[in-house]
T-cell receptor, first 115, second 109 residues
Framework: EAGVTQFPSHSVIEKGQTVTLRCDPI?????LYWYRRVMGKEIKFLLH????????ESGMPNNRFLAERTGGTYSTLKVQPAELEDSGVYFC?????????????FGPGTRLTVT | RKEVEQDPGPFNVPEGATVAFNCTYS??????FFWYRQDCRKEPKLLMS???SGNEDGRFTAQLNRASQYISLLIRDSKLSDSATYLC??????????FGTGTRLLVSP
């Protein structure tokens, strides 16, 4: 079974540009999450989808970040316009429903550098 | 104060040693607890869930003390391949995971 995949693995953009990150969850997982790790800090929650609906977006830093999950399959996270402090590693995770819903499996991450 | 606190280490141990990590969490309403392992520049990987009764998976044993709000991980007979960062993770509500900064383990020959 394929794990969570993310694209791209790395992205280097200039301040003010737009970047879109993509996440494909494990097949059949209704729950999809975005997390971020900025340099020297712990991994922090951004938001949680259940199928195509946003269940919790309390971790989104500001309105420059837009997450979508049309059709309840893959998700995108757009940063527009990017700022220097957005640099970090963006992880996507997914989990099943039912008793295993709290066990989240992470993708390899997208390393974003804003210059 | 961070929600999940861990000693960052590094813990340097020889192969075959037993090593223990602790972490504390501040939210008494935390519902689920986990240890994740993260290798350098890789994603976190679920090592084990932690249950109130304690649980064991091979050389790894996890314990939860709700009264004191701490979680422990014991690794017996350390292998070189155990070298990694171990992340203490709790779930408070709506399946949002809260991570500690991690404890780095280095196992040497």
């Amino acid at each position: 079974e394929a794990g969570v995949t993310q694209f791209p693995s790395h992205s280097v953009i200039e301040k003010g540009q737009t970047v879109t990150l993509r996440c494909d969850p494990i097949s059949g997982h209704d729950n999809l999450y975005w997390y971020r790790r900025v340099m020297g800090k712990e991994i922090k929650f951004l938001l949680h989808f259940v199928k195509e609906s946003k269940q919790d977006e309390s971790g989104m830093p500001n309105n420059r970040f837009l997450a979508e999950r049309t059709g309840g399959t893959y998700s995108t996270l757009k940063v527009q316009p990017a700022e220097l402090e957005d640099s970090g590693v963006y992880f996507c995770a997914s989990s099943a429903t039912g008793v295993k819903t709290y066990e989240q499996y992470f993708g390899p991450g997208t390393r974003l550098t804003v210059t | 104060r961070k929600e999940v606190e861990q000693d960052p280490g590094p813990f340097n141990v020889p192969e075959g040693a037993t090593v223990a990590f602790n972490c504390t969490y501040s939210n008494s309403a935390s519902q689920s607890f986990f240890w994740y392992r993260q290798d350098c520049r890789k994603e976190p990987k679920l090592l084990m869930s932690v249950y109130s009764s304690g649980n064991e998976d091979g050389r790894f044993t996890a314990q939860l003390n709700r009264a004191s709000q701490y979680i422990s991980l014991l690794i017996r007979d350390s292998k070189l391949s155990d070298s990694a960062t171990y992340l203490c993770v709790v779930n408070n509500d709506f399946q949002k995971l809260v991570f500690g900064t991690g404890t780095r383990l280095l196992v040497s020959p």
